[in-house]
């Protein structure tokens, strides 16, 4: 029989105490685990089953040891073990009946045993040219009683390296230390399992927006698509500023929970602002009420015509029909021109706006002797907007958004590798110039990441293909428009250099982007590349 020192004991005991505290990987701490169970029996073997979290009547294969055959390597391709068959009849194989029966199985020679299942242990021995002997298997058991696992060890090693049967009371020290692996599982899928459910409430919140409303699109999804494909190029860039930035997995980690969370506060965005896709809509397009009045005015313009036909010579009847005809073609010029205007897809220049504001002086007096305005005061103001559909003061709600992300992301409480979460999502529409909202940061203020969020939040609304109000732009014009953005010190130069070197807005653009937008980007004509 092996014997042990106590001291080496405790000075295994010790390292694997330690080891649970520092190790950071849970499948190294449960390899130490594993070889501290063989050192301190002396076995040949040692093997960890897991049960599979998807399917729990499988076992699998986690880690494998044997140091005459000199594995020391996770399993490839090894079957999984069925715990249960088709008929919910229990497997005979030992570690099966060590979950089942959730208690240590010690075998003293498995040749010798007709108990359990050792077929598959001789076709082993057989291939390698091994003799499996003495079994301990020990199960794994949760703090909530459940058995998540099997550690099993080969072939206890005596003084003289003859194999012998595990003693009573190793058994019990292994017994311990699969306690401790037990812990170690437990712990890393509760940790899993919190992240998990962290990141899929996260990604629940982001899909609510972009299904909130069909002018958003996939946003909040796509823009952290980008922003990651933009982070792995500046790792992989050795040309530009950055060429020494290299995030690491955990900050990578960040920047994508970031870009998930980078528009929540539009959860709180009024609809009939976020779906304002003409200049006229509110709950419809209003437009449909203003070709409904100029119908009624060339109706009241007709029955007018007809009254006063009767007391009119022939040729004051010709000169009335040829006035009606003109004063009707030029109402119908008239709401062509409102329904061009109601789209917002132009610059309004100041004769259009001038146009209207004569359109809206238009009035009649009705049959019931109600005075008719052609346009109202509402509808004036939303017609003369200049630049796309919203005015002024539902652009500000609209910006506000980033206001409300700002209040969400910094009440929360964050663990320690994520606390950069509300700096990185919440200054995407900042500028390098300070000229950005909401808080007009200046470049010295703004980290890369959310440099790059910038980036990311820009391309993504200037190509998606999926908004009702426009159509996604041509690759080129997008690129060509960021790049002037660059050139106005509103972005990074750098940050667009190695996104547009490293290809990663053609890769986004293949996987995302319609093909009739997908055309060809000259590169050395670009703007803003350094």
């Known amino acids: 029989m092996l014997h042990l020192d106590t001291n ?39 093997t960890l089953y897991t049960v599979d979290e998807e399917n729990e009547n499988q076992l699998h294969f986690t880690i494998l040891h044997n140091r005459s055959l000199g594995i020391h390597s996770k399993p490839r391709d090894m079957p999984t073990v069925e715990i249960y068959n088709a008929q919910q009849q229990a497997s005979k194989l030992v570690v099966a009946q060590t979950f089942v029966q959730q208690t240590t199985i010690n075998i003293a020679d498995v040749y010798r045993s007709d ?8 076709k082993f021995d057989k291939q390698l040219n091994y003799r499996s002997k003495s079994f301990l298997c020990v199960p794994l058991v949760d703090h909530e009683g459940e058995i998540i696992g099997v550690l099993q060890l080969i072939n206890a090693m005596d003084a003289d390296n003859q194999v012998m049967t595990f003693p009573q009371e190793q058994q019990h020290l292994v017994e311990s230390l699969a306690s401790l692996a037990a812990t170690v599982l437990t712990k890393r899928r509760l940790i899993d399992a919190q992240r998990e459910l962290f990141e899929s409430f996260i990604k629940l919140m982001g899909r609510a927006i972009d299904h909130k409303s069909p002018v958003t699109g ?35 980690y960040e920047l994508r929970i970031a870009a998930w969370l980078h528009d929540c506060g539009k959860i709180t965005s009024p609809e009939y602002i976020i779906d304002k896709a003409t200049k006229l809509h509110t709950m419809f397009d209003r437009i449909e009420l203003l070709e409904s009045r100029f119908r009624e005015y060339k109706l009241q313009l007709q029955l007018n015509h007809l009254r006063t036909m009767p007391t009119l010579s022939a040729a004051e009847a010709e000169v009335a029909e040829q006035q009606l005809q003109q004063h009707c073609q030029t109402l119908d010029d008239d709401i062509a021109f409102l329904r061009q205007s109601n789209t917002g897809s132009e610059f309004m220049i100041d004769e259009d706006v001038a146009r209207i504001q004569q359109i809206a002086k238009i009035s009649w007096t009705d049959d019931h002797g109600h005075t008719r305005l052609m346009l109202t005061e509402d509808e004036t103001e939303n017609l003369c907007i200049r630049k796309g559909t919203l ?20 009440s929360l409480p964050y663990p320690k590798h994520l606390a950069q979460v509300p700096e990185i999502a919440c200054n995407h529409h900042e500028h390098l110039d300070g000229t950005g909202y909401p808080r007009g940061l200046k470049a010295e203020q703004l980290s890369v ?82």
């Open 115 to 122: 108990k359990y299942d050792f077929s598959g242990t001789r």
């Open 8 to 46: 080496e004991i405790l000075k295994q005991l010790a390292d694997l105490t330690s080891a649970l505290s520092t190790e950071k990987d849970h499948v190294q701490l449960l390899d130490r685990i594993i070889l501290g169970c063989m050192f301190l029996t002396n076995a040949d073997g040692g």
């Open 391 to 410: 005015l002024q003061s539902e652009i500000q709600v609209m910006r506000d958004h980033i206001k409300v992300t700002i209040d969400m992301l910094e």
């Open 218 to 252: 996939k946003h909040c999804e796509q823009v952290p698509e980008i922003a990651m494909l933009l982070a792995e190029a500046v790792n992989d860039s050795d040309k530009s500023r950055y060429s020494a930035v290299q995030f690491n997995e955990q900050e990578m």
């Open 449 to 530: 990441r959310a440099r790059i969020m910038c980036i990311a939040d820009i391309f993504e609304a200037l190509t998606s293909p999926d908004r009702p109000y426009k159509k996604g732009m041509l690759l080129s014009q997008a690129m060509n428009i960021i790049g002037r953005m660059v050139e106005d010190n509103h972005l990074d130069a750098d940050l667009f250099s190695v996104f547009v070197e490293s290809g990663a807005y053609i890769k986004y653009a293949q996987r995302h982007m319609s093909p009739r937008q997908i055309d060809t980007v000259d590169i050395t004509t670009l703007p803003g590349l350094v």
